[in-house]
């Protein structure tokens, strides 16, 4: 399962967000620094309106749409690279998921103590930059003691990995976010992955304002827009705190509530299309009167790959997959409808799966 990690500076507001992205109230939100230890772990469905279209076409009761983990990593300070303020665990926590959404306080409050004293969300998101990068580099170079033998020895893999990781480490000296593909060859970016540097994930920069600015944002905003501009990191503004209130509301209340606000969708919403965009994931459905189901694989997947999504011996044992274009499917109004006007087509192994395609995959095993 595709896993986001929720990282910023005390007070930012990430565990008010975490509440509002899991439904929950389970991580304690609090006016003081490391109100939260031990990471908090959530399940979160994605939002998509086409499951329950065809949950009514194909007359089940049963709806499973495909889900973001996000885990709550307590609050970083300046020094986490060096162990401050319980760095040294936070920081392999960020290492374990897929992207990072940083939360970055955009909004004044007298109330809300901030750890540095002062409301400057460039000089937050250098802080944490800069402590990851660190502690990257540190990893890296316990890695380079590690390879000197083979290295000397002429072993050509060791020898590649040594390039990749010394240019890495030559990257990180800005401190902040890289992107590898731009930097690597083909060959080097299967190292360059394998690292499980946090510098080298996919980054969203939460811009957390309050209500009033939710519509038109802020000079904060502007600032966090520019930054990310630069380094090709998305911004998606929200306000963890009207997010957790929409919480209580049902469907058409946070409907309303949100419109009154001037804006069209949650900022849950947006904050989990911005993570599928980064990812450049795509959704697969599989639909009949067990359950309707949606899965997710990287954009350009072909059919076996989809097909070992939802298990391996399909993946193994793939003769071919029946699929129809969501569009297609909905018009028609069933599957015996679009086999006879011919909009369900037959696909071998090179066949690339796209987004909202009901897939039917025939296998032997």
């Not at 772990?41 to 009761?61: A, C, F």
């Not at 000197?148 to 040594?162: A, N, P, W, Y």
């Not at 009207?242 to 900022?267: F, H, M, N, Q, R």
């Amino acid at each position: 399962m595709l896993r986001a990690g929720i990282v910023g500076l005390p007070n930012v507001g990430k565990s008010t967000l975490f509440n509002a992205l899991t439904s929950s109230r389970n991580a304690q939100s609090e006016n003081y620094p490391f109100c939260t230890i031990e990471p908090n772990v959530g399940v979160v469905s994605v939002p998509d309106e086409r499951l329950q279209v065809l949950k009514k076409l194909v007359k089940t009761d049963v709806v499973i749409p495909t889900a973001v983990e996000f885990v709550d990593i307590a609050g970083l300070v300046k020094g986490a690279s060096k162990g401050e303020g319980l760095g040294n665990q936070f920081l392999h926590n960020i290492r374990e998921v897929d992207a990072i959404i940083q939360v970055v306080r955009c909004f004044d409050d007298d109330n809300t103590i901030h750890v540095n004293g002062k409301i400057n969300p460039i000089d937050d998101i250098e802080t944490i930059n800069t402590e990851l990068a660190l502690a990257d580099m540190a990893s890296i170079e316990r890695r380079l003691e590690r390879l000197t033998k083979q290295v000397k020895s002429g072993d050509k893999q060791s020898l590649l990995e040594h390039k990749v990781l010394t240019k890495l480490n030559e990257l990180l000296q800005d401190a902040m976010f890289i992107n590898i593909e731009e930097h690597f060859e083909e060959d080097e970016l299967e190292i360059a992955r394998a690292s499980q540097l946090m510098c080298i994930k996919p980054v969203i920069y939460a811009a957390n304002v309050s209500e009033a600015d939710l519509a038109s944002g802020n000079k904060y905003v502007e600032q966090v827009r520019e930054y990310a501009s630069k380094h090709s990191a998305d911004v998606v503004v929200i306000s963890a705190k009207i997010e957790e209130e929409l919480v209580d509301l049902s469907p058409e209340e946070a409907k309303d509530y949100l419109k009154d606000l001037g804006v069209t969708s949650s900022g849950i919403e947006r904050m989990i299309q911005s993570v599928y965009k980064l990812l450049d994931l795509t959704t697969f459905i599989t639909a009949g009167e067990k359950e309707v189901h949606a899965w997710t694989v990287k954009s350009g997947s072909k059919a076996p790959k989809a097909a070992g999504v939802i298990h391996t011996d399909f993946e193994k044992g793939f003769i071919r997959a029946e699929v129809t274009s969501y569009k297609d499917f909905v018009e028609a109004g069933s599957y015996a409808a679009a086999r006879d006007k011919g909009v369900t087509r037959l696909e071998g192994k090179d066949y690339i799966i796209q987004d909202g395609d009901i897939v039917h995959f025939r296998f032997n095993v």
